[in-house]
């Protein structure tokens, strides 16, 4: 599904991005574009990338207790 129109941003490339190491909405959107127009995709876009990085972050829970 498409989260910003403008730029032509889809959850999954959200979720690529996650996995990648994008922490926050300025890398996402320095990465993808995403919220970089009018914005209006900004709080849904968040929104999926807390949730792919939840995803991430339980995958591999012994992984968050190695640092």
């Not at 300025?26 to 993808?32: G, K, N």
């Amino acid at each position: 599904m498409y989260v910003c129109i403008c730029n032509a941003v889809t959850e999954k490339m959200i979720h690529e991005a996650a996995a990648d190491g994008v922490r926050n909405l300025a890398e996402l959107t320095r990465r993808t574009g995403c919220a970089d127009n009018c914005g209006g995709c900004a709080e849904y876009a968040e929104e999926v990338l807390r949730a792919a990085r939840g995803m991430r972050a339980f995958a591999l829970p012994v992984l968050a207790h190695a640092a």
